[in-house]
Nanobody, 120 residues
Framework: QLQLVESGGGLVQPGGSLRLSCGASGFTLDNYAIGWFRQAPGKEREGVSCISSSDGSTYYTDSVKGRFTISRDNAKNTVYLQMNSLKPEETAVYYC?????????????WGQGTQVTVSS
């Protein structure tokens, strides 16, 4: 059964850090691009970052550049999102999803999401 499972969310103070994990089962994660998305209450889902399968290229939305880092550990079949200097407005449910290409999108499998709350 194909599955993506996010973990690592939680409550963190403004300026703090979290590392999210996206684990895959039923398929080899390094054959796919993996994207991270977030959705805050009352807002549309937003693409945050993506890592390609071919050459490991990484992409970030402008608001997180310099603070978030996406990486993959193929041996663990896991993609990570290291989030530093978190802001209250980044409170959201964070999802990972797979695609054939970061540039083309077309994400076909999604995880259930993990809640990130940035608050003092």
């Amino acid at each position: 059964q194909l599955q993506l499972v996010e973990s690592g969310g939680g409550l963190v103070q403004p300026g703090g850090s979290l590392r999210l994990s996206c684990g895959a089962s039923g398929f080899t994660l390094d054959n796919y691009a993996i994207g991270w998305f977030r959705q805050a209450p009352g807002k549309e889902r937003e693409g945050v970052s993506c890592i390609s399968s071919s050459d490991g290229s990484t992409y970030y939305t402008d608001s997180v550049k310099g603070r978030f880092t996406i990486s993959r550990d193929n041996a663990k079949n896991t993609v990570y999102l290291q989030m530093n200097s978190l802001k209250p407005e980044e409170t959201a449910v964070y999802y990972c999803a797979r695609s054939s290409s970061c540039r083309r999108g077309g994400y076909d499998y999604w995880g259930q999401g993990t809640q990130v709350t940035v608050s003092s």
